[in-house]
């Protein structure tokens, strides 16, 4: 019996019609995002961060510090708040110093140069393997602080009746995390970018305000300092004015947490990377 024709292509067979992804794939690409051909000539260009967005996702890092750490400090003064002004220039200082240190070893190692590479090339062996486990604490407490930090601050201003849940709000916070840092760097960057913005712009606003509303009395904020420093000293002695000063300085350490970012993440960076580094 002859075939009638439909004048529609008949479907190919089963076998060689493409399978579907299984639901696994499916999600899994939805969780970690496309795969990356890591032979493709192409792929760093697209895994590679370019200045500003190297200044977002590595330079979050020694912000989220500072969000913690000079507080910190300020906090261990106790009763001895007139050192607090020269805190203020120690921690300074200290952050531009660090800056600058890190500005050369990303000439000194253009393809990265963290501290256990630095510590074991310029100092030996066993200073690398000291800073190598540095860095391994640093790691992990560094996401512990900042989070924990975080929600301490978004809870203060929130009702008292949802403070039971701060603890699985942090949870939730590392689990986005990490997450975030599965799909990939830059894929992450990308939507961190829109909150470092405003972390800036709201920062520099208080900054701003505080330094402006707050400019006149200055001189005489510096010269109280002065006085009660000199009357503290001839109380108690310079070595006890000093420990108390070094204490609340050593508390703040956080706040230098983050600087080495850039340096350790240059092999990320889009080239020129020394200069993307210097600029970052």
């Known amino acids: 019996m002859a075939t009638i024709p439909t004048g529609r292509p008949s479907s190919p067979p089963a076998s060689a019609r493409k399978a579907a992804p299984p639901v696994r794939g499916r999600i899994a690409r939805r969780v ?6 890591p032979l493709s000539p192409s ?6 961060l370019v200045a500003f967005l190297a ?8 912000l989220s510090s500072s969000c913690y750490g000079p507080e910190e400090a300020y906090l261990h003064l ?3 708040r007139f050192l607090a002004l020269f805190l203020v220039i120690a921690t300074a200082t ?15 190692f253009p393809t990265g140069g963290g501290g256990y590479l630095v510590a074991t090339k310029l100092l030996g062996p066993l ?37 039971p849940f701060k603890l699985e709000a942090a949870i939730a916070a590392v689990l986005v995390l990490i997450l975030l840092n599965l799909r990939g760097v830059k894929e992450s960057v990308t939507v961190l970018v829109p909150i ?28 109280t300092a002065a006085h009660e420093s000199r009357a503290e000293i001839g109380k108690v002695g310079f070595f006890a004015v000093a420990i108390a000063f070094l204490r609340a300085y050593s508390m703040g350490g956080g706040t230098y947490t983050g600087i080495e970012a850039v340096s350790n993440g240059l092999q990320i960076l889009r080239e020129p990377r020394v200069q993307t580094g210097k600029r970052t």
């Not at 970690?32 to 051909?37: A, C, E, I």
């Not at 792929?43 to 590679?48: E, I, N, P, Y």
């Open 32 to 37: 970690f995002g496309d795969p990356k051909d």
């Open 43 to 48: 792929v760093f260009h697209q895994l590679s």
């Open 55 to 62: 200044w977002v996702g590595l330079g979050a890092d020694g």
């Open 78 to 80: 106790g009763s001895e």
């Open 94 to 108: 200290t952050v531009f110093i660090i800056s600058a240190s890190y500005s050369q070893i990303i000439e000194l």
């Open 127 to 163: 200073p690398g393997v000291v800073s190598g486990c540095a860095l391994v604490f640093d790691y992990v407490l560094t996401i512990a602080i900042s989070i924990a930090s975080g929600a301490d601050a978004i809870f203060s201003f929130l009702p008292p009746g949802l403070q």
């Open 196 to 223: 470092f913005i405003g972390f800036l712009i709201t920062h520099a606003i208080v900054i701003l305000v505080a330094l402006g509303g707050h400019a006149h009395t200055l001189p005489g904020v510096i010269a």
